[in-house]
């Protein structure tokens, strides 16, 4: 099933998305990779505030490229999610609501999509530069030391995703392999 969310992801759109659906955000999110990521989680172990406030928030696991003059943003596709599941449980139980990346996520992840009434969402990997054009906004709020790997609060419209696992624990990867398994 197609469907446009507004971001933040509100509780109610979360719950309500299934595996498989197709979705098109579009509202502000922000980008976070590994650097970013366990910066993000050594701050937390010192008792220190993140840069952002997470909560209801989707973040898209992504580091662009340099834009091209005239453009807001480089190529901007999805990097591997699962670099990202040590510290994913962490950020979900501090009130993320979304994550967006590719490929697989561990039980640990899963158990923290569930136990908060998360999502997952994939972006179809290798189309970085299609994806871009529905960045219309890209601005480094934290870390910016860290160049691509910065956190940066993006204004997107209609950015394509799948719900890959939903808010119950179902996972697209697992039930499309059974699937033709069978």
């Known amino acids: 099933m197609d469907r446009h969310i507004s971001l933040p992801l509100s509780d109610a759109d979360a719950l309500s998305l ?12 922000y980008t976070a990779r590994d650097a970013a990521h366990k910066r993000m989680y050594d701050a937390l172990n010192e008792g220190k505030e993140l840069p952002v406030d997470i909560k209801g928030q989707v973040v898209y696991y992504l580091g662009p490229t340099p834009a091209r003059p005239g453009h807001v943003i480089g190529s901007a596709g999805p990097t591997t999610s ?20 590719k490929g697989k996520r561990t039980q640990e992840v899963i158990d923290a999509v569930v136990r908060n009434g998360a999502v997952y969402f994939a972006a179809v990997g290798g189309a970085g530069a299609l ?52």
């Open 18 to 29: 299934k595996a498989g659906d197709y979705v098109y955000l579009t509202g502000e999110l």
């Open 82 to 101: 699962s670099r990202m599941d040590k510290y994913a449980p962490r950020l979900l139980d501090l009130g993320l609501k979304g994550m967006v990346g």
């Open 131 to 182: 994806l871009s054009k529905c960045i219309k906004k890209a601005e480094v709020v934290a870390y910016d030391d860290l160049g691509t790997e910065a956190i940066r609060r993006l204004q997107v419209e209609n950015l394509p995703v799948i719900v890959v696992i939903d808010s119950a624990g179902t996972n697209l990867y697992a039930t499309a392999a059974d699937k033709w398994r069978k």
